[in-house]
């Protein structure tokens, strides 16, 4: 189950190899165009930063805290 719910909150990430950049550039592809273009050419290349500098796993955590309290907080009472 956490690793389900791991792998939904990686993939909502808004970099572009990603659906959640997919969500993000829906909204805002109007506006701004050429920024969309620019995140899609260096899509990879962030993200891959981001998992060699550890900043990723700190984001992560934070994100998955988050769900996991929201989860066991609607479901704590199914669970006893």
Not at 1 to 11: E, P, S
Not at 56 to 64: H, V
């Amino acid at each position: 189950m956490i690793l389900n719910i791991y792998f939904g909150v990686f993939n909502l990430i808004p970099i572009p190899p990603l659906d959640g950049f997919h969500i993000i550039s829906a909204l805002f592809i109007k506006k701004a165009g050429q920024v969309v273009a620019a995140l899609y050419r260096y899509g990879f290349i962030i993200l891959f930063i981001l998992l060699l500098t550890g900043a990723f796993s700190f984001i992560m955590k934070a994100a998955l805290n988050g769900v996991l309290s929201v989860y066991i907080s609607i479901f704590s009472p199914f669970l006893q």
